[in-house]
């Protein structure tokens, strides 16, 4: 052997250098690691083959993309507004923001409740007010979500819209090639000739209300294009209601009123004791009306677990409208009274005790009755009557009287602790007094709540221990002011009151309609389904007629093939199997009923 010999192919001579081993001599641990380099490298290529990732070019790796740009950035936030993704969550926002509007009392619902609750969370009112959750559905996140969604809704039309349009104009697409791969599938042979069989399935399919349309060897047909204009109507309903809502906070107007039985009340800004409108709204607007309280009536269930339950809450009332005669009507609750574009709500109601008031020479300075409001379930009432004028003291030093006023209708009874009421209705009622004289800061020029008394510049009666004068009355009874100041008499006579809410808002009805179309255009994009229909009719090589019907729907159904079965069942009536189907076709022959046939196909799944 030569001394060059060639071994493990590796070009290598038999001498090899000092310290070098040769292939031969190599270990077996040595052999296992090539071994091993060589199967990572080889399963490491054909993972590379195998990999999803985009190649990456040696020469292009570090090229940079350009950047989109102003108007790439607007078409892109265009596209993604415009999504139906987008349009669903903001409308899930919408709904959430509806929340608050609905735990957290409102401005323009209720500005006496918004008080009250300011009153009780001085924490988190400054929270509240900087939120806007005080006025939600005028704060600027409520405004911003719903003008998105209006943005969003009509960028989802607008396409769709002339997508449909094209889908009403166009014709049925033609029957495919091979009718036995559709979901729902019948064959049978006839003597009629093709283009009879071809009229006969158009009758039909137009009877049936099909978009028909025959070309070449089949008749092509679809229904069910209400499906789509059902979407649309749900998405143009959402846009009317986004419009009435607005239309509705930009042209609204309301107020309150509280009115005592025997007084009135004219559609005028100065009668109401608080009002709010829209930003669009004007005075010229407001409904001419008047109407008059004539009763209240409230009964209530007197014994069981519902004791004090309101069963009877009405007003009978006398209106007119624009100068016309009177008329009579009852208002309850959730029964407005609607008169010349408003809706009178009745809102509340209470007593109004019938005071007179005497100074110290015994002249009635003051009489009528004082609205006090109600304080709890059972009518436990407090307010003040604020004698501003004609009061003198027993000098005849001109005074001013402030009265707080503390009245139950039904006494809970001596040794109950404080006074309160048991009952809403009139049974025992008493009248808690005290008095103040001084000044009322009625021209002070800051705004004073009727309902409460500023006593920073009064001073009060005290009896002879040092203690503020109060005196519970019953009717009938005299509270005698000390030092001949004068007297405070509850007279007999209670009336009762009922607070108004009198709204104007233009976009209810719309609104209302929307809500309506929303719901007709959902329903019918749930449950009408689009699908197709196919009728194929040729002449075999025998020269009967082979007559093939096949379906398609855009949704799976369990319908498509029933349906099918009923058009086979008509097409076949007319154009019945041949007696000589031949030996494949004699169930067809013995059962002249197709629709057995509409089942899925074998080569649907395929």
Known sequence: MSNTEHTGGTGR????????????????????????????????????????????????????????????????????LTSM????????????????????????????????????????????????????????????????????????ILPRSTQFVGQ?????????????????????????????VREAAVKVLRKRRFRVHASGDAVAAEKGYLRE????VFHIALIVMLLAFAAGQLFRSEGGKLIVEG???????????????????????????????????????????????????EAAVTYSEKGGPDKNAVIRVNEPLKVDGAKVYLIEHGYAPVVTVRDGKGEIVSQGPVPLLPLDANVTSQGVLKVKDGYKDKSGKRDQLGIPMFFVPTFAGEGQ???????????????????????????????????????SKMKPFKDARGDILK????????????????????EREIKEWASFQISQQPGNGWALTGAVAAILGLMGSLFIQRRRVWVRAVT????????????????????????LAELADQVHSVVPTAPDAGAAHTDDAENPEPAEEAVPAEGASQ
């Open 540 to 563: 075999a090589e025998d020269g009967v007629t082979v007559v093939e019907m096949a379906g398609l729907g855009r949704s799976e159904s369990s319908k498509l093939a029933e349906e």
């Open 13 to 80: 001579t038999g001498t090899d250098a000092p310290g070098e081993r040769t292939p031969a001599t190599r270990t077996a641990d040595a052999q296992a690691l090539d071994a091993q380099a060589l199967d990572e490298q080889s399963i490491g290529a054909a993972g590379e083959r195998l990999s999803t990732a985009p190649a990456q070019d040696p020469e292009t790796a570090s090229t940079v993309l350009p950047a989109l740009g102003l108007t790439g950035w607007v078409r892109w936030f265009w596209r993604q």
């Open 168 to 196: 009403l104009r166009s014709r049925p697409p033609g029957a495919p090639k091979r009718l036995t791969r559709l979901p729902a599938y019948t064959t049978w042979r006839t003597e009629a000739e093709p283009e009879g």
């Open 263 to 313: 007084d009135g009340f004219a559609n005028t800004l100065s009668q109401y004791d608080d009002f709010r409108s829209g930003s669009l709204f004007a005075l010229d607007d407001l409904g001419h009306f008047s109407f008059e309280l004539k009763e209240f009536t409230g009964t209530y269930e007197a014994t069981g677990p519902q004791r004090g339950t309101p069963r009877t809450f």
């Open 417 to 455: 602790g404080q006074m309160f009421s048991v009952f809403p209705a009139l049974v025992d009622p008493r009248l808690s007094v005290s008095a103040y004289h001084g000044d009322l800061r009625a021209d002070s020029g800051v705004p004073q709540n009727v309902y409460q008394l500023d006593t």
């Open 85 to 156: 993704r987008v349009a669903l969550i903001l409308l899930f926002l919408l709904s959430l923001a509806a929340i608050p509007g609905s735990l957290i009392p409102q401005t323009g619902v209720d500005e006496m409740k918004v008080n009250a609750f300011k009153e009780s969370h001085k924490t988190l009112t400054p929270i509240y007010e900087k939120l806007q959750l005080f006025d939600v559905y005028t704060s600027v996140w409520f405004s911003a979500i719903y003008i998105l969604l209006f943005v969003s809704l009509i960028g989802c």
């Open 229 to 232: 204009a059902g979407n649309l």
């Open 471 to 490: 005196k519970q009355l019953k009717p009938g009874e005299t509270f005698t002011l000390p030092d001949g100041a004068g007297s405070i008499t509850f």
